[in-house]
């Protein structure tokens, strides 16, 4: 490698790695976007990855969930105790169960310059924000209408009418926070929605105040 080349290598390396958020209600695409997302960077060098944070929830287990993957599912002991230690980045309430954000996993990994994803509510957001704007990304997802956004739910299939009704309820609430968040995307279509995502995470991540390394390459030339 000629000294140009390691050079640029390590202006590369040195970067903090981003809180990249997205926020939208139940229904709207977003854990779909979020596994393509990871999908698409799966096999990227270290300085590209993106790793997802998995949250701690009380919220019982839906089919087909599996834990440590989806969520880390626990009891109210277990959850509140995590609190009281301080192990949680963020953590809220939505709907009637509790969901939180381990800290030390975002920690490890921002530290290393790798990204983590989140697929958290509002509330989270707000709190990561204020705890580290510098290094937070914050996408807010939208349905095309609620009539799409109910179909949606109904044809997930995973929960009943009764759960469907609340959260088709809950939107409402949800959306009217999108003027929270630094961008807003319609998901009309699941593969444009995504390109948008990656071009967002992409251009983020060439912000000048991120690459902790310019400076010196800068120095060299
Ligand atoms: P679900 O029960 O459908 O998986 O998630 C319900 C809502 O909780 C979603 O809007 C999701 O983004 C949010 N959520 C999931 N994990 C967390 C978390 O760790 N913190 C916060 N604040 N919200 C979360």
Redesign the pocket.
């Given at each position: 490698m000629t000294m140009a080349a390691s050079l640029q290598r390590a202006v590369e390396l040195k970067r903090r790695g981003l809180m990249f958020i997205l926020?939208?209600?139940?229904g709207a695409g977003?854990t779909t976007l979020s596994r393509r997302l990871l999908g698409k960077y799966k096999n990227a060098a270290k300085h590209e990855s993106i790793v997802m944070s998995v949250?701690?929830?009380t919220?019982p287990m839906r089919p087909g969930e599996v834990h440590g993957k989806d969520?880390f599912f626990v009891d109210n002991a277990a959850y509140e105790k995590m609190v009281k230690n301080g192990e949680m980045l963020?953590?809220?309430r939505?709907?009637e169960?509790q969901?939180?954000?381990p800290a030390a996993f975002v920690r490890d990994h921002t530290h290393k310059g790798i990204d983590v994803l989140f697929?958290?509510?509002w509330?989270?957001t707000r709190q990561l924000a204020a705890k580290n704007r510098d290094d937070l990304v914050s996408i807010f997802i939208l349905p095309p209408s609620m009539r799409e956004l109910e179909r949606r739910l109904h044809t997930r299939a995973q929960d009943s009418d009764a759960v469907v009704k609340k959260r088709m309820e809950k939107a409402t609430s949800?959306i009217s926070h999108w003027q929270e968040y630094d961008y807003v995307l319609i998901n009309q279509d699941i593969d444009e929605t995504l390109e948008k995502i990656d071009c967002i995470l992409k251009a983020e991540r060439l912000k000048r105040v991120r690459q902790e390394g310019m400076g010196g390459f800068v120095q060299s030339l």
């Open positions: 926020s939208s209600p139940s977003k949250s701690v929830t919220r969520y963020e953590h809220a939505v709907f169960h969901y939180g954000t697929d958290i509510d509330q989270g949800e």
